[in-house]
C-alpha cells in the first residue's frame, strides 16, 4: 500500500529541488547580486527562448542531426568491435588498452583537429561524436557478453548449437541490458559532443549559435541555447528508455514481479 | 536393450584425477540414478557423457556408436533450470527445435501439445520470471524432452525445490517418465528420490570418483504410490546409507 505515495513522493521531491534552485536563481538576479549582464534572470532567459524559438529550432535540428548520426555511427562500430573482441580473446587484449586511452583524450583537444582534417562541414562533428559515444556502448557490450552464465553456453551447446546461434540466443540478450546503458550515457554525451566540435568551426547548430551570442554579449540568449541542450539531451535519452522497453519487454514483467514478492515480504 | 555405456571413463583436472575407470550402462526406457557424496565427480561424469568435456581416457557409446566428445547426441538438464529470461516459456522449451533448423513458428506448433501433458498448459506466453520453482523444472524437462535426444541427462533437477515440491514433482515425473519412456540418467545426493524414482542405483564414492555398487530397485515405477512408507524402501535406504558410510 506504500508503493504509490512513495512513486508520487520519488516525482516530487526532484522537481520541488528544480523550483528552490530556480527561485534561488531568480533571487540573485532580482535582488542584483550578480548583475544581469553576467546572470540573466530565469524570466529573460524565458523570454529570450520564446523569442528565438524558431532560430533555436533551426540550429537544434542540425545538432540533433549530428548527434543522432554520430550515436548510430558509433553504436555499430561498438557492436563490430566488442562482438569481434568478445570472439577472439587476442584482439580483446590488444584492442582494450588502446579503447580506454582514446578516452583519456580531452574532446575539446581533438575537434580543432577534425576540423582541421574533414572541414568545416557535417563530417568532423559526426565523427567527434562517434569518437565520444562509441567508448561507453563498446565497453558496455564486452560486459555484457562476459556476463552470460557459462551453463546456459553449455546448455546449448549440449543441444548441438554452433557459436552464432549461441551469440543469437544468449550472448546478445545478456548484452542488451549493458547496451543500453551504455547507450543512454552516450546519448547525452552525443549532444555535447555535437555542441562542442560545432564551437570550432561551422555553419549551422547549437554551438555556432551559442559562439554567436556569447560574443554578442547576449546571455539570455546563451542561456536559453543551454536549457535547449539540456531538452535535447533528455529526449534522446527518454527516447532510449522508450526503445530499451519495447525491446525488451521480460524486464518489466521481471520487475512488477520483483515490486510484487517486496509488497508480499512487507506484507 | 543396452542404449548408452561408458567404458573406462577417466577424466582428470590440474592432474587431478575426478573420475576413475567408470563403467556403467542404460537401457532402453530405464531411469537410472547416480548417486553419491558432494564431490564425488557425478557432473563431472555427466559432462563427458554429453560430449561438453573429453575424458582423459575411455569412451561412450549410445547404441554402440561411439560419441567420445561429440555434444548434441544425450540431451542435458543442469542443475539450474537455465531458462533463458528473455524468452517466453513456450520460446525456451522449443528452443532443441529452433536450434535444429526449424522455423520458430513450426517449433512453438510442435511444442504446444506437450503443454498440457506437462502440466504446462496457459503458461506458453508467460515469461520465465512468472512461473514457480516447480513449473519452471518442468519446463526445462519439457525442453530437454523436446531435445529428442534417446537418453536424457539430469543433473538434480529437484535439488533447489522446498520438500513439499519436490514431493509433488516426484509423483508427478514419475507419471510423465513412465508415459514417455524417456531413458533417463538422474544425478542426486538425496537417497530417498534416488529409490523413489530409480530402476537402478549406481553408488559413486570416493576421491577420485568410482562406482561402488548398483542396486536394483524391484519395485515397479507405476507402482510406488507410497513406497517410500515401507519396509522395503527402509531397506534400501539403509543399504545405500551402508556404502556411503563405508
Known amino acids: 500500500m506504500k508503493r504509490k505515495p512513495e512513486s508520487i513522493r520519488n516525482k516530487l521531491l526532484p522537481a520541488a529541488a528544480f ?10 538576479s532580482a535582488t542584483g547580486l550578480v548583475p544581469s549582464y553576467m546572470l540573466p534572470s530565469p524570466i529573460s532567459v524565458a523570454a529570450a527562448f520564446i523569442k528565438d524559438f524558431p532560430n ?5 535540428l542540425v545538432s540533433l542531426q549530428e548527434a543522432i548520426y554520430g550515436l548510430i555511427i558509433g553504436v555499430v562500430l561498438a557492436f563490430i568491435i566488442a562482438s569481434l573482441m568478445d570472439r577472439f580473446e587476442t584482439l580483446e587484449k590488444a584492442l582494450l588498452p588502446l579503447l580506454v586511452v582514446t578516452q583519456t583524450i580531452p574532446t575539446i583537444a581533438i575537434a580543432p583537429l577534425l576540423v582541421l582534417w574533414m572541414g568545416f562541414g557535417m563530417a568532423p562533428k559526426i565523427t567527434l561524436v562517434v569518437v565520444t559515444t562509441f ?13 552470460v552464465d557459462p551453463d546456459e553456453i553449455n546448455l546449448l551447446r549440449s543441444m548441438k548449437a554452433n557459436r552464432l546461434q549461441i551469440f543469437r540466443h544468449v550472448k546478445i540478450p545478456a548484452a542488451l541490458p549493458y547496451f543500453f546503458s551504455g547507450l543512454r550515457v552516450s546519448a547525452s554525451y552525443a549532444v555535447v559532443g555535437a555542441v562542442i566540435s560545432e564551437w570550432l568551426g561551422g555553419f549551422e547548430g547549437l554551438g555556432v549559435y551559442m559562439t ?50 517486496d509488497l508480499h515480504e512487507k506484507v | 536393450m543396452e542404449l548408452l555405456r561408458t567404458e573406462n571413463v577417466t577424466k582428470s583436472y590440474d592432474s587431478r584425477v575426478i573420475i576413475r575407470d567408470i563403467n556403467i550402462h542404460l537401457l532402453q526406457g530405464e531411469l537410472v540414478s547416480l548417486l553419491g557424496l558432494s564431490g564425488s565427480g557425478k557432473t563431472t561424469l555427466f559432462q563427458v557423457i554429453s560430449g561438453l568435456v573429453t575424458p582423459d581416457s575411455g569412451n561412450v557409446f549410445l547404441n554402440d556408436k561411439n560419441i567420445t566428445g561429440e555434444p548434441g547426441n544425450i540431451s542435458y538438464m543442469l542443475q539450474k533450470d537455465l531458462l533463458l529470461e528473455h524468452k517466453k516459456v513456450i520460446d525456451n522449451v522449443s528452443l532443441p527445435l529452433v536450434l535444429r533448423g526449424i522455423s520458430r513458428k513450426d517449433a512453438r506448433k510442435q511444442a504446444q501439445p506437450y503443454f498440457e501433458q506437462f502440466g504446462l498448459e496457459g503458461t506458453e506466453e508467460k515469461y520465465p520470471s512468472q512461473l514457480s520453482g516447480g513449473m519452471r523444472q518442468r519446463a526445462a524437462l519439457l525442453r530437454t524432452y523436446l531435445c529428442s535426444c534417446p537418453v536424457a541427462l539430469l543433473d538434480e533437477p529437484f535439488s533447489a525445490l522446498d520438500m513439499i515440491t519436490k514431493g509433488q514433482m516426484h509423483t508427478w515425473y514419475l507419471d510423465v517418465i513412465n508415459k514417455i519412456r524417456l531413458s533417463t540418467l538422474l544425478i542426486t545426493h538425496d537417497i530417498e528420490e534416488a529409490i523413489l524414482l530409480s530402476d537402478r542405483i549406481y553408488v559413486m564414492t570416493g576421491v577420485p570418483g568410482e562406482i561402488h555398487n548398483e542396486i536394483h530397485i524391484e519395485k515397479r515405477r507405476n507402482e510406488r504410490t507410497d513406497f517410500n512408507l515401507t519396509p522395503e524402501f527402509l531397506d534400501y535406504k539403509e543399504q545405500i546409507l551402508d556404502i556411503l558410510k563405508q
Open chain 1, 19 to 28: 523550483c528552490l534552485i530556480l527561485l534561488l536563481w531568480w533571487i540573485i
Open chain 1, 56 to 60: 533555436l529550432m533551426t540550429h537544434a
Open chain 1, 135 to 147: 567508448f561507453p556502448i563498446a565497453v558496455g557490450m564486452l560486459d555484457g557478453y562476459k556476463s
Open chain 1, 212 to 261: 554567436r551570442v556569447r560574443k554578442a554579449y547576449a546571455f539570455d540568449k546563451m542561456f536559453a541555447v543551454i536549457i535547449l541542450i539540456i531538452i535535447v539531451s533528455l529526449f534522446l535519452m527518454a527516447l532510449v528508455d522508450l526503445i530499451k522497453k519495447v525491446s525488451m519487454p521480460w524486464l518489466s514483467v521481471t520487475q512488477s514481479n520483483n515490486n510484487g514478492a
